[in-house]
């Protein structure tokens, strides 16, 4: 199970690089020792699913991991049909903004735009986002299935002095969060910076992502502007109606 575990971190590392990837890189990302790092290459280059560049030696994404790609169920994918949306949101309020999907431990980031402001604030596709401390997470968490609350590692993290860390506390703002239908947690991921988040719900209403719009304290203030609380409830609600 840990080979494997490691092997899927590997592939996704590579997958959202910007660019190819050393093994160096690759084991200090996975945290192992670059000879495991090359034992567990050599396994996905045997499988297709890597390829090792031979002028440079950095590895990318192989030829089966396109395959299975064009193997996957045909339809719009949930940000196909958010993107465009998306953009309508972020031009009218300037912020960025974030499309996340729920996965047992984290908010997995699909898709972002980034913001109409000078300073660029935002999250990376294939970024990993703490369900206690994300916006999205705390979605994930008030409106997901119980498991997903009771799965969390305790003691829960602490990534700024502002950072939740009490689960009684934590359970007290899931319960505000499932009566306002909305997340936001100022500085408890990063000092200065905000976050706002809601739900996107498909058939049955069974929660299948999540939009969070980014921000610094100054423009998305830890009490949300009844236009930016307008706004994502529009975006979040037109996605609901596509999927």
Not at 35 to 42: E, G, I, N, T
Request: with cysteine.
């Amino acid at each position: 199970m840990r080979a494997a575990d490691t092997c899927l971190r590997i592939m996704q590392f590579i997958a959202f690089a910007d660019s190819p990837l050393g093994v160096t890189q690759i084991a200090a990302r996975a945290g192992i020792a670059k000879s495991a790092a090359h034992k567990h290459l050599r396994t996905l280059i045997d499988h297709g699913m890597v390829v090792q560049d031979s002028p440079s030696a950095l590895y990318r994404l192989g030829p089966k991991v396109w395959l299975m790609g064009q193997r996957a169920p045909e339809g719009e994918t949930l940000s196909e049909v958010a993107l465009p949306l998306m953009k309508v949101a972020r031009d009218q309020l300037g912020l960025a903004v974030v499309l996340s999907v729920p996965t047992p431990r984290s908010a997995f980031v699909l898709a972002t735009l980034r913001s109409n402001q000078s300073i660029e604030i935002g999250v990376q596709p294939g970024s990993e986002l703490m369900l206690h401390s994300s916006a999205q997470g705390r979605v994930f968490l008030a409106f997901g299935p119980p498991e997903l609350r009771e799965g969390l590692p305790l003691p829960l993290e602490e990534l700024t002095p502002k950072t939740t860390t009490d689960p009684h506390l934590l359970d007290l703002e899931l319960e505000r969060i499932r009566q306002t239908g909305y997340a936001v947690v100022p500085e408890e991921s990063l000092l200065g910076i905000n976050a706002l988040a809601a739900p996107i719900f498909g058939k049955g209403r069974r929660i299948v992502g999540s939009i969070g719009l980014i921000g610094s304290v100054q423009f998305l203030e830890p009490t949300p502007a009844p236009r930016q609380l307008e706004v994502l409830f529009d975006l979040t609600s037109a996605i609901s109606d596509r999927v």
